[in-house]
């Protein structure tokens, strides 16, 4: 497979958990860097996080201190752990995956849905 590869979504109750997977194909060496979107009803596709192959990491306003990017270059697979989550927090959420050579590759997208 050349597309990364979601999962982990689902329904989870206001103040609940979720931990996102990201799993990327070919040379992680290619990998620079690895991101989480989500779009949701209506709206814009928006930044949740990234992680630099350093593990540098960055976060948009509305997740900061609820949810944590992390990265497993072993596994090439990316997380997203979202705690406290809130009914805005419902979205498609997508896995980015910069690959130097093939450029910019998006995910299908997981469904998060949180009740209130």
């Known amino acids: 497979q050349v597309q990364p590869v979601e999962s982990g979504g689902g329904l989870v109750q206001a103040g609940g958990s979720l931990r996102l997977s990201c799993a990327a194909s070919g040379s992680i060496s290619r990998i620079n860097f690895m991101a989480w979107y989500r779009q949701a009803p209506g709206k814009q596709r928006e930044a949740v996080a990234g992680i630099t192959s350093n593990g540098n990491t960055n976060y948009a306003d509305f997740v900061k201190g609820r949810f944590t990017i992390s990265r497993d270059n072993a596994k090439n697979t990316v997380y997203l752990q979202m705690n406290s989550l809130e009914p805005e927090d419902t979205a498609v959420y997508f896995c980015?995956?910069?690959?130097?050579?093939?450029?910019?590759?998006w995910g299908q997208g997981t469904q998060v849905t949180v009740s209130s």
């Open positions: 980015n995956v910069l690959d130097l050579v093939l450029g910019t590759l």
